[in-house]
């Protein structure tokens, strides 16, 4: 009963910083050996991919977030965060994390297990 718990959203200044988590509940080794992906949902438009890692620990990052969010695996197990700098209004959404069945993918198709979500709302 493997579930992925959130967390590190909130309300913040354009320019500043948040850092989400996703910690996943059972087997240490889950995250590991999935590829684990971010995506978001922001107000009248649809779910977009943010960011992935994958088992080798290669990263892949959308456009429109490169060189500003980083997303990696934490020293505890089961454990990925997302760190994002320099944020702007536009990053406004829902966050979720989610575990791909196999592999690296942009499509949220290919994942299986999700997070509940949380919300990150950057001001102007």
């Given at each position: 009963q493997m579930?992925?718990?959130q967390s590190?959203?909130?309300?913040?200044?354009?320019?500043?910083?948040?850092t989400l988590s996703c910690v996943a509940s059972g087997s240490g080794r889950i995250l590991s050996s999935h590829g684990v992906?971010?995506?978001r949902r922001?107000?009248?438009k649809e779910r977009e991919f943010v960011?992935?890692?994958?088992?080798?620990?290669?990263?892949y990052y959308a456009d429109s977030v490169k060189g500003r969010f980083t997303i990696f695996r934490?020293?505890?197990p089961n454990s990925v965060y997302l760190q994002m700098n320099s944020l702007k209004p536009e990053d406004t959404a829902v966050y979720y994390c989610a575990r791909t069945r196999a592999g690296y993918s942009r499509s949220p198709?290919?994942?299986?297990?999700?997070?509940?979500?949380?919300q990150v709302t950057v001001s102007s």
């Open positions: 579930q992925l718990v590190g959203g909130g309300l913040v200044q354009a320019g500043g910083s948040l992906g971010w995506f922001a107000p009248g960011a992935a890692i994958r088992w080798s620990g290669n990263t934490g020293n505890a198709t290919e994942y299986d297990l999700w997070g509940q979500g949380t």
